[in-house]
Each structure stands twice: as structure tokens, then as C-alpha cells.
């Protein structure tokens, strides 16, 4: 079935650090990748998406590329703010008479001044 | 826009009660909702997909008569947990899509603790 993995948290940066979290999936046909973002008491929020192979979603400053070749949908901002502190959530939807998302563990960033 | 509501978002019940979560889309009419489940520090698992006016379809696993699910019209659905036990505590999360929509709008998310 389909699967996605990521990177273990907790991530700690400074403030204007780089930041890439790593996210792989698992799937049949040709899913769509979402990345979703989940602030301190808050629901999950849609921060970008990609729907076919090499596909570069952004948002925010956050980008990440869709890579069929590696599985791949890896996210990256080039100077993370301590705003950004939150749980990140790879997921991909299969397509269907409904979107069925399936999520990665979550991963969570902390951003220190 | 998109905007999705949960309510409550703390319960704490008593083991053997029933327990009702809802979900609202307050700004769009949701053809489908989901509900998940959150285990601390781990992924959201997805329960069911309820599309407005018919049965709810649930994931292998999840029992159908424990979790009720009902979408009665195009901005509303409720999970109830029926019968709560310790086991059942976990944080429960809607999400609603329009029509012909690929992207799914998060709610808040309800924490539930059985006693």
C-alpha cells in the first residue's frame, strides 16, 4: 500500500539556518505530495503541493520538488524564522472517486533566535 | 477560506459514556469528510470517508458500530464514540474537501480522554 516516510524529529535551527526535511514515498500510479504544516494548538494547513513528476510546489519560502525518479518529495526553505517553529507533515493523495491522503509520522522543527 | 471548525476541543469522559465530536466547513460546502485519529508523536491515521447523505466508509480496522459517523448535510458531520474506553483517548482530527476538490481542510482537532 502506499507509504511515506520522513525524517525524525525534533529539528532545532537557528535563526536564517537552511532547512530541508527528507520525505519519501511508497505508491502506485502517480499520486499527488503534499507537505502540511501543524502550529502549536492549531489544525493542519495546506503549505504546498506538487501533482505530477517534477512538479515544484512553494509556499512561504518553503519549496519542495516532486522526484519520481527518487521517490521523493523533500522539503527545503533557505533561512528558516523562529515563526516557522511548528510539526511539518509529508503526505500523498491517491487519486479516486476521493482524495485519500496518506501522512508521514510528522516532523517536528524548532527555530531558536 | 476553507475554514473547518471542531467542537469540543477537549472532552474528558467517564469509560462507558458516548462521546460526540463535530465538524464544520464554515465557509464551503464539503461533498467529503474524513476523520482521522492522532497517536502522540505519531501519523494521523484516517477512520472513515463520509460524503454527505450516505453511509460512512471505514478503513479496515476501525469498528463501524464504536465510531458512528454521520453527514447530515454539506457542512456538517459528527463522530460519536460510542461506549468509551481508555483505549479509545487520542486526539480525533475532521477534514473536509468541496466539490471536485483535491485538497483537504484540516480542523483543529479534538482531545479525548476516557477515565
Known amino acids: 500500500g502506499d507509504s511515506v516516510t520522513q525524517m525524525e524529529g525534533p529539528v532545532t535551527l537557528s535563526e536564517e539556518a537552511f532547512l530541508t526535511i527528507n520525505c519519501t514515498y511508497t505508491a502506485t500510479g502517480y499520486p499527488s505530495l503534499f507537505w502540511y504544516v501543524q502550529y502549536p494548538g492549531e489544525g493542519l494547513q495546506l503549505l504546498l503541493k506538487a501533482t505530477k513528476a517534477d512538479d515544484k510546489g512553494s509556499n512561504k519560502g518553503f519549496e519542495a520538488t516532486y522526484r519520481k525518479e527518487t521517490t521523493s518529495f523533500h522539503l527545503e526553505k533557505g533561512s528558516v524564522q523562529v515563526s516557522d517553529s511548528a510539526v511539518y507533515f509529508c503526505?500523498?493523495?491517491?487519486?479516486?472517486?476521493?482524495?485519500?491522503?496518506?501522512f508521514g509520522t510528522g516532523t517536528k522543527l524548532q527555530v531558536i533566535p | 477560506g476553507a475554514v473547518v471548525s471542531q467542537h469540543p476541543s477537549w472532552v474528558i469522559c467517564k469509560s462507558g459514556t458516548s462521546v460526540k465530536i463535530e465538524c464544520r466547513s464554515l465557509?464551503?460546502?464539503?461533498?467529503?469528510m474524513f476523520w482521522y485519529r492522532q497517536f502522540p508523536k505519531q501519523s494521523l491515521m484516517l477512520m472513515a470517508t463520509s460524503n454527505e447523505g450516505s453511509k460512512a466508509t471505514y478503513e479496515q480496522g476501525v469498528e463501524k458500530d464504536k465510531f458512528l459517523i454521520n453527514h447530515a448535510s454539506l457542512t456538517l458531520s459528527t463522530l460519536t464514540v460510542t461506549s468509551a474506553h481508555p483505549e479509545d483517548s487520542s486526539f480525533y482530527i475532521c477534514?473536509?474537501?468541496?466539490?471536485?476538490?483535491?485538497?483537504?481542510?484540516f480542523g483543529p482537532g479534538t482531545r479525548l480522554l476516557v477515565l
Open positions: 503526505a500523498l493523495g491517491s487519486a479516486g472517486g476521493y482524495q485519500k491522503v496518506t
Open positions: 465557509d464551503f460546502q464539503a461533498t467529503t
Open positions: 477534514s473536509a474537501t468541496g466539490q471536485g476538490g483535491e485538497t483537504q481542510y
